[in-house]
């Protein structure tokens, strides 16, 4: 019922009437996917040398290579995940709040969708992908991503059928902002110890959005 109402409340943040609530100067929707992609792979360049990881290269060409047409625009949270939520203590489906608006802007629905598949792990996942988790359980029950993506096409008559190329983007993006707090870390900017292994977590994301790739249709 919790990753259903998780599902759900996306669905109903992207029907928002962005317009009519003020909103429609929020952002620039137009080529948004495509300025992320080439946007994120120029940070990348900048931290590379710190830990260089040949596969964040090559998902940046085959990003960039493969920029689907978008989604009608709606607004975006842009970092939609449970521990942005509040779930009412009395009923786990019922999703009271969301938080942290710092990203929000206007552009294509799937990247909030391919943000929450990259926190949602399965039983299976390799220890690389369970890094970054944000789902409570993988027990059974608990949607696999796969429901995910079923639900939210079905709710919102969305196409879904390149939803590898925004899980692969969200991925090869938690990736690099991996690396930029390691690159922090290493030169004394930040002193969390918990940093010292981000660059392999890097890396481990980096293979994790290559798996997904394999799976693209286009």
Not at 143 to 164: C, F, I, K, L, P
Not at 203 to 208: D, I, K, N, P
């Amino acid at each position: 019922r919790l990753s259903e109402a998780m599902v759900d409340t996306l669905v109903e943040f992207h029907a928002s009437d962005y317009k009519a609530v003020g909103l429609d100067t929020l952002g620039k929707p137009d080529g948004f996917v495509e300025r992320q992609v080439t946007n994120w792979s120029k940070r990348w360049e900048r931290v590379k040398d710190a830990s260089p990881i040949p596969l964040m290269d090559e998902l940046s060409r085959w990003l960039l290579a493969r920029i689907p047409h978008p989604a009608a625009p709606t607004l975006l949270h842009n970092d939609y995940k449970l521990d942005n939520m509040m779930v009412d203590p009395t009923d786990i489906a019922r999703i009271r709040a969301l938080f942290d608006w710092d990203q929000c802007t206007l552009g294509d629905p799937l990247v909030d969708l391919g943000l929450l598949l990259n926190y949602w792990t399965e039983a299976d996942d390799s220890p690389g992908r369970k890094f970054i988790t944000q789902a409570p359980t993988t027990l059974p029950g608990f949607y696999t991503r796969a429901e995910v993506v079923h639900r939210y096409a079905q709710r919102s008559g969305r196409d879904v059928s390149a939803m590898a190329f925004y899980e692969t983007f969200a991925l090869w993006k938690t990736a690099t902002v991996c690396m930029q707090l390691f690159v922090l870390y290493q030169n004394g900017q930040l002193q969390d110890e918990r940093l010292a292994d981000f660059a392999q977590r890097a890396t481990a994301l980096a293979e994790a959005a290559h798996v997904v790739t394999l799976t693209a249709t286009c």
